[in-house]
């Protein structure tokens, strides 16, 4: 039977077997849930075909590395349209669905997102273990099957509102339960250790033991039969029902250990401005590790029958310091488990340990008390400290009597565990996720790391599953690139570049338009759906689509739009082309001030729209709920990609590079890969404003005087005034507060203020340029092309070729 009769025959079965109904009377969610089970059968039986070439080549390739990669988080978004376009399925597909008089989309919009993640550091993962899956790489992804996703977010009268994110009904056919290979994690207990003649000895009394299941999602690559694992780790209690309490008549007790075991699992990052919030989170962490970490040993053990070469066959990159807990769990497992010594033991773990570090603010710097940790994990609490101590040794070797680099660099300092530090001195690789970030990182953040190993240092520059954000998100931008260049680019990420060359040719210049436009009006189409909010699709598109948060200054875009609303109340008749601001964000739930500017925008959209002559001219949107399938829509539509955080801030982004390969022109200040993006574009094909980030650091340093900046713009002074007054009926006083008063340690301390001008400037420049059409285009068909260097391909190849050493299983 051809492949083709064999997918439907599938589909059929299912259908009738187990949703009681047939092809032609199936409703779209019907239809879903089949195509889901036959696609996801798919995938398992390519993955174990995948999974016996992989060890047969590492039998035959000794010392080439397995890639783990652990994150909190992965933002996989829906995996039903990705599976079909990367097993070749989706035209077969399409025609059926289009026997139905459905399209793709009817079908598609009936899977929820993975609850699996929140913003950049998910989807980065997500990209990565595609683009290693396209590569061909021998790679496992490990994190948590979390319940709940972050929350599903519900605007009331301009208020966030946090809903569950129950996902798991439409989205856990793709999760595959892994009943029969668990393993089990130890909590609490009462700890004692000594010394005897053998060295140390240790016991641990009465621990909570948690049973972590596994579930396995599946992930293809594009044009290949590889198919990665993505292992996710359930939490039940390794007891289970507790019957005596039950048989007492105690059945609220009889369901509470399991019910405290499955909290671990329940919600993706509880809230951590409660002790019992930050106790659950640091739960979360060293249950993922320590699941995972057995996992890999185990199956090592299994390849290879000892450890000597543990550190040349595998590598376990963290991704930020959240999964920092596996490399005293490493040392835990080697040394209690199979009676290693420390150095060998230690050997092991840092040569094949590697960190990214995402961020260079201090509050996502983590640290946990040592009371809290010495608690929770005290085995691995006992390991942290022995790493501490020594490393304190290495640095005073390193750098004699300096007790301040000891102090700044050590592990255990003012009664806190610093992860990020830990994450440093257990791994044998260490980098950022842009250019600038990575420098920051040296001359910076681990500034004193760097001096005693330079060689620990270097960048890869974060890059997005391109497939994904312009082949499936934008198929007739995808088309016309097909005609242009070929094929080859959608397999080769590099040879997408080869479109550069049409920037001049008017004929495609004008297809590029109709394509933007159309994807403008579907965007727009969507949004009337969903939410009744009317877009014209003939106004600019103005998009800011990104995780709420201060440094990202969405509140500097509400003070320009504030001051154009503004300028338009004076002239209600001034020749403008019609502006469309859309934002789409979501706030931490404890997070009040980013709450506020999200009312702050909401408000100002509802005055806005009170007056029909200002309103057909000025638009403001703030998308609720924003997920990876929204962006899908939302992206191909963006015309100018705002790209504002204060510079030094944004490690890398990628939110820019997915609007820069569908075309959109970034405004943006020189932080992160906002530098390689004018890199690559040149500085005429990207608007650049703002403090660079060594002048943000000198104005610092001087005392920076927001209140002098407010006094000397009298542009910006009627804007942040109008906070007072507020929009809607609603006053904003408390961010009025926060850009004027030195209350909040420093006024204005992300620097709105001082970058307000030049980014009017940078505005006014961009919109000049918009109403030349030509230039436009040109510009546009110059950010898809060199949206090449921002391929999550050229991210893993650099990880392989400069951390991972490691190779794709076909090159072997």
């Known amino acids: 039977m051809e492949q083709r009769e064999k997918f439907i025959a599938q589909l059929n079965d299912y259908l009738e077997d187990s949703l009681h109904t047939d092809f032609e009377h199936a409703a779209p969610e019907q239809l879903y849930k089949a195509l889901a089970?036959?696609?996801?059968?798919?995938?398992?039986?390519?993955?174990?075909?995948?999974?016996?070439?992989?060890?047969?080549?590492?039998?035959?390739?000794?010392?080439?590395?397995?890639?783990?990669?652990?994150?909190?988080?992965?933002?996989?978004?829906?995996?039903?349209?990705?599976?079909?376009?990367?097993?070749?399925?989706?035209?077969?597909?399409?025609?059926?669905?289009?026997?139905?008089?459905?399209?793709?989309?009817?079908?598609?919009?009936?899977?929820?997102?993975?609850g699996l993640g929140n913003g950049g550091l998910g989807r980065l993962a997500a990209c990565f273990l595609s683009a290693m899956a396209t590569g061909n790489y021998d790679a496992t992804g490990f994190s948590l099957r979390y319940e709940y996703g972050l929350f599903r977010q519900k605007i009331e009268d301009g208020w966030q509102v946090e809903l569950p994110d129950n996902w798991i009904p439409g989205g856990g056919v793709w999760l595959n339960k892994k009943d029969?290979?668990?393993?089990?994690?130890?909590?609490?207990?009462?700890?004692?250790?000594?010394?005897?003649?053998?060295?140390?000895?240790?016991?641990?009394?009465?621990?909570?033991?948690?049973?972590?299941?596994?579930?396995?999602?599946?992930?293809?690559?594009?044009?290949?039969?590889?198919?990665?694992?993505?292992?996710?780790?359930?939490?039940?209690?390794?007891?289970?029902?507790?019957?005596?309490?039950?048989?007492?008549?105690?059945?609220?007790?009889?369901?509470?250990?399991?019910?405290?075991a499955e909290a671990i699992t329940k919600v993706l990052y509880p809230p951590d401005n409660i002790e019992e919030g930050k106790e659950l989170r640091l739960k979360q962490q060293y249950f993922m590790v320590s699941a995972s970490c057995q996992n890999i040993v185990r199956d090592h053990m299994q390849l290879y029958g000892t450890l000597d070469n543990f550190h040349l066959a595998n590598v376990i990159h963290i991704n930020d310091t959240h999964p920092a807990l596996c490399i005293p769990e490493l040392m835990r497992i080697f040394m209690d488990d199979y009676g290693c010594s420390w150095d060998y033991a230690w050997e092991r773990v840092q040569g094949s340990v590697s960190y990214t570090n995402h961020t260079v603010l201090a509050e996502a710097l983590e640290k946990w008390k040592t009371s809290q940790i010495q608690a929770l994990v005290p085995r691995v609490f006992s390991v942290i400290s022995e790493i501490d101590r020594r490393f304190r040794g290495y640095m005073y070797s390193k750098f004699p009597g300096d007790d301040g680099k000891v102090n700044y660099t050590a592990v255990l300092d003012g009664g806190q565990v610093r992860m990020a530090n830990l994450s440093v001195i257990g791994s044998h690789k260490v980098n950022g996720v842009s250019a600038l970030h990575s420098q920051i990182l040296k001359d910076d953040l681990f500034h004193d790391f760097f001096l005693a190993q330079p060689d620990k240092f270097t960048n890869v520059t974060n890059g997005i599953a391109y497939r994904r954000w312009l082949c499936q998100a934008n198929p007739k931008l995808?088309?016309?690139?097909?005609?242009?260049?070929?094929?080859?680019?959608?397999?080769?990420d590099r040879r997408l570049e080869d479109f550069f060359r049409f920037r001049q040719d008017a004929a495609v210049c004008d297809r590029l338009e109709q394509i933007k436009r159309d994807n403008k009006v579907r965007f727009a189409e969507k949004v009337?759906?969903?939410?009744?909010?009317?877009?014209?699709?003939?106004?600019?598109?103005?998009?800011?689509?990104?995780?709420?948060?201060?440094?990202?200054?969405?509140?500097?875009?509400?003070?320009r739009i504030i001051s154009r609303y503004q300028m338009l109340q004076d002239d209600p008749d001034i020749d403008m082309r019609p502006e469309t601001y859309l934002f789409a964000a979501k706030a931490a739930p404890s997070y009040f001030l980013a709450k506020r500017v999200i009312e702050l925008i909401c408000k100002l959209s509802e005055e806005i729209e009170r007056d029909p002559k200002i309103s057909?001219?000025?638009?403001?949107?703030?998308?609720?709920?924003?997920s990876v399938s929204m962006a899908e829509g939302l992206m191909p539509a963006t015309e100018i990609s705002e790209q504002i955080s204060l510079a030094g801030k944004e490690a890398s982004g990628t939110g820019n590079m997915k609007m820069m390969i569908n075309g959109a022109v970034t405004i943006g200040t020189l932080d992160g890969a906002n530098v390689e993006i004018r890199e690559a574009v040149g500085p005429d094909s990207i608007f650049i404003f703002g403090k660079r980030e060594h002048e943000v650091r000198q104005?610092?340093?001087?005392?920076?005087?927001?209140?002098?900046?407010?006094?000397?713009?009298?542009?910006?002074?009627?804007?942040?005034?109008?906070?007072?007054?507020?929009?809607?009926?609603?006053?904003?006083?408390?961010?009025?507060?926060?850009?004027?008063?030195?209350s909040y340690s420093i006024a204005d301390p992300y620097m709105c203020l001082l970058d307000f001008a030049d980014y009017c400037r940078a505005h006014d420049d961009i919109q000049a340029a918009y109403e030349d059409r030509r230039r436009w285009n040109t510009m546009s068909i110059e950010n898809i092309a060199k949206a090449a260097r921002f391929a999550a391909d050229r991210s893993i190849r650099d990880y392989a070729d400069r951390i991972w050493n490691t190779a794709p299983v076909s090159d072997r």
Request: aromatic fraction near 14%; proline fraction near 3%; include cysteine.
């Open 616 to 626: 057909s001219k000025l638009k403001v949107v703030f998308l609720e709920n924003y």
């Open 37 to 114: 089970r036959v696609v996801n059968g798919q995938l398992r039986e390519k993955y174990v075909e995948f999974k016996h070439k992989k060890n047969r080549t590492e039998k035959e390739s000794f010392g080439k590395k397995k890639i783990y990669y652990i994150c909190m988080e992965f933002l996989m978004g829906q995996s039903l349209k990705n599976a079909l376009y990367c097993l070749g399925e989706m035209d077969t597909v399409r025609e059926l669905v289009e026997r139905r008089g459905l399209s793709l989309d009817d079908v598609f919009d009936c899977e929820p997102d993975a």
């Open 699 to 742: 104005a610092l340093q001087e005392g920076y005087n927001a209140f002098e900046v407010y006094e000397s713009d009298p542009v910006l002074k009627r804007a942040v005034d109008s906070l007072q007054k507020g929009f809607a009926g609603k006053s904003f006083d408390v961010l009025n507060d926060y850009l004027l008063m030195p």
């Open 528 to 559: 009337k759906k969903n939410s009744g909010i009317e877009i014209d699709p003939d106004s600019i598109f103005i998009v800011q689509a990104k995780r709420l948060h201060e440094y990202k200054r969405q509140l500097m875009n509400a003070l």
């Open 180 to 260: 029969d290979d668990p393993f089990y994690v130890t909590f609490y207990g009462k700890y004692h250790e000594w010394w005897d003649a053998d060295g140390l000895k240790f016991s641990l009394e009465e621990p909570q033991v948690i049973k972590a299941i596994p579930y396995d999602m599946y992930v293809p690559g594009a044009g290949n039969d590889a198919v990665e694992r993505l292992r996710l780790w359930r939490a039940i209690d390794y007891e289970g029902f507790d019957m005596e309490s039950f048989n007492s008549g105690d059945f609220t007790r009889a369901a509470l250990r399991n019910n405290r």
């Open 478 to 492: 995808a088309e016309l690139i097909d005609e242009c260049i070929g094929t080859a680019y959608r397999r080769d």
